[in-house]
Each structure stands twice: as C-alpha cells, then as structure tokens.
C-alpha cells in the first residue's frame, strides 16, 4: 500500500477574498509530514476545519512577497507557539520576504518556545531547496511582476517489496530483509542462491506534485514537470481577459492547460481565481478544451495521489 501522499486545498481565490473564496494557501501530506505552500488571509482559521495537525507543520514555501500569499503568516506563527510547538520551523520563500518574516520574528515570537528559521529561495534557478529521507522539493522560477518561484514536490523512490510468501518458503530472518531489499541475493542453507529480483516485487511509483502560483506562461515549465501527477496552476483570468493577465503577471485558464498538455502531466487544478467570476466553469470548460483532466480548486478539497 502506497504511502500517504495529499494536497488540502485551504484557499484558491487572488488577491481579494469573497465570500466564496480565501487568498492562496495549501498544505501537502507526504507520509504524515506537512508542508504549507503560501499563507493568505484566513489560512489559520481554515486549517482548523481540516483537522489536521499544526505542529506536524515542518516547512513553509512562499511563492512572492505580495500579500494575498502571506498575510496569515504571523497569525499562523504566533497560533503555533500558542498551541505549545518547540520544534523549529522553517519559512523558505525569495529574499524579498526577507525583512517581513524578520519583523514578524522579532514581534511576535521573542516569548515562544521554537525558532523560526528563513531559508532564502533563488526565484531564477530550478533547484533542489529542501531534502529528507522520503522526498525533494525543488523550486520553479516563475515570471510575475516580483521576484517569484512555484514548488515541485517529489517522492523519493522507495526501495522493492519483499515477498511474504519467499520469506516463509526460504526461512529468511529479519536482519536479512532490508539487505535483501537493497539488492543483495539470499543464499540458503544447502547454499543456492535465489536472486533478489525473485524475492522482491517492484518498489511504488514515485509521485509529484507542482504548485505554480502566480506567473505568466514559462517556457521551461513542460520541460521541468514532464510527466508529474498534478499541476496546481493559477487561472486568474480566462482567455478573453489575456491582455489584463499579461499586464499583471498571470495566466489565463488556457495558458494553464497548454503547460499540463505540453508537460504530459496526469491531471491540472486550476486555481487563484479572479474575484470578477462568480462561476469558474468558465475557465474549467476554457482549460478542458485543451487538457480534459482538469479540475477546480475549491477550499476544503483534499486531493490524494
């Protein structure tokens, strides 16, 4: 069985909030670790109707310095001091953001019990920016009116299963398991030796994830997420309104499906809704057009790959 790998949408609207929708933020489960990507308006109090758990909150990615994508940070900071948190938490995003992450440190976190730690982002080179044991997220330049990046979130493969059934026809003790995973043969006691390829079945298939917000078309997008499982892109406008999405840096529905055809990616959600749309199928009949596996964000859905 696959390992936990989900995207929980907390809010998917632009720069001003309706009634229908809340600034940009999401929070990725990879096996029980999260991430916050971007931390709108709102963003604490629509984490408390997901139920999950804040200090399990490790790493926060910040796309831009503008601020329908990090006004709720100090609230979300200061929350989690107040709920106890001492591991440290650490905020990646571009040097812009730089002296307001510093200002919210120095005002609301001199009393709490765990560190903030900024970790700046070249908004201009496709890079890995943060690693563990199971995953790698790498940063997306992306072209907007400020300094800006995406994320993409990758897996990192596992190694083969070994076969229950082999463990018992051969006897095969525990501390042999792990060496047997990694490649190496089990020689029986009569001295054969089965290959590890008989005893092991392949390891799950790696998966990704991409978060795009905000940003005009980039060439280098399709090559950077070939194949990846979902494209979160900002839709801000559709296609009709092209030349207002130019003029502020962003994307029409269209141009987000043009990128997950060209990428061969396995599905695209569209997102960053302008507030002049009181109905999105608009820009998910103007994507589908294009790329039929496309879906609307939509605050409180919960994605799993």
Known sequence: MAQKFEIHIIGCGSALPTKKHLPSCQVVDVRDKLLLLDCG??????????????????????THAHGDHVFGLPGFISTMGLLGRTAPLYVHGPSTLRPFVQC???????????????????TLKHCIIFEDRSMEVWSLPLNHRVP????????????????REMIDFYDIPLWAIN?????????????????????????DRVRSYAYCSDTMPVEQLAEWLH????????????ESEHTMAARFGHSTASEAAQLAHHA??????????????????????EANSIFPDTILASEGLKIVL
């Open 148 to 163: 800006c990046c995406g994320y993409l979130i990758k897996e990192k493969p596992g190694l083969p299963h070994i076969r």
């Open 104 to 122: 919210v440190i120095a005002n609301f976190c001199q009393n709490m019990d765990y560190e903030v730690h900024f970790e700046a982002v070249d």
């Open 227 to 238: 194949g990846v499982d979902l494209i979160y892109h900002e839709a801000t406008y559709a």
């Open 41 to 62: 308006e709102g963003a604490q109090l629509a984490w408390r109707r997901t139920g999950l758990n804040w200090q399990k909150i490790t790493h926060i990615f910040l």
């Open 264 to 285: 061969q990616a396995a599905r695209l959600m569209l997102g960053h809704f302008s507030a002049r749309y009181d109905d999105e199928n608009i820009l998910l009949e």
């Open 179 to 203: 060496r047997i995973k990694a490649g190496e043969d089990w020689t029986t006691t009569d001295g054969e030796v089965i290959p590890h390829q008989r005893l092991t079945t392949p390891p």
